[in-house]
Antibody, heavy 119, light 110 residues
């Protein structure tokens, strides 16, 4: 059974940083590209970032480019998202997901971790 | 404002069919056959229902079907069931802009 377990969310002040993790199990992590998708409270889905199988190619939404960094550790079957210079509009549930293609579609999803940016 | 335009809500009675539209541009929906549809129940993670315009992942009932014409994609649910109620999102690959989503459609089964 595919399992994706996000962690690392929490309350942070504007301008602060967080590091999200996504622990994968039940499939060959090294064979799939991965993505992060977020959902602000009561709002729709927004693609955030994707990373290739090798980790050599990364992709970002314009809204987070230069502030967020995606990475992966194949030895630990874990996906990461480093969030810097956080803003109030980054408040959302962050989901990690497996990718069937290069950046999408998103086949399996975790349950999400909530990031709240507020002073 | 979302990149792709969906109706805010649709409704139908059990057994009926409903169609949800998703309108984009030639830079996303119209330019690639990489339209996906996701179902989301309250408090739950989204679930992939359709990929590559009209392909159903394993386990998705064949009541769900997708299509595309020009810059508009559509999701049709036939034989509506109570468990189909929820939010539906379309998405499209958008080249250098990555992936864009629609604003979501709330489906109510009357």
């Amino acid at each position: 059974e595919v399992r994706l377990l996000e962690s690392g969310g929490g309350l942070v002040q504007p301008g602060g940083s967080l590091r999200l993790s996504c622990a994968a199990s039940g499939f060959t992590f090294s064979s799939f590209a991965m993505s992060w998708v977020r959902q602000a409270p009561g709002k729709g889905l927004e693609w955030v970032s994707s990373i290739s199988i090798s980790g050599g190619n990364t992709y970002y939404a314009d809204s987070v480019k230069g502030r967020f960094t995606v990475s992966r550790d194949t030895s630990k079957s874990t996906l990461f998202l480093q969030l810097n210079s956080l803003r109030a509009e980054d408040t959302a549930v962050y989901y990690c997901a497996t990718v069937l293609g290069t950046v999408d579609p998103f086949e399996y999803w975790g349950q999400g971790t909530l990031v709240s940016v507020s002073s | 404002q979302s990149a792709l335009t969906q109706p805010r809500s649709v409704s139908g009675s059990p057994g009926q069919s409903v169609t949800i539209s998703c309108t984009g541009t030639s830079s996303d929906v119209g330019g690639y056959d990489y339209v996906s549809w996701y179902q989301q129940h309250p408090g739950k993670a989204p679930q992939l229902m359709i990929r590559n315009v009209n392909r159903r992942p394993s386990g998705v009932p064949d009541r769900f079907s997708g299509s595309k014409s020009g810059n508009t994609a559509s999701l049709t649910i036939s034989g509506l069931q109570a468990e189909d109620e929820g939010d539906y999102y379309c998405s499209s690959y958008a080249g250098s802009n990555g992936v864009v989503f629609g604003g979501g459609t709330r489906l109510t089964v009357l």
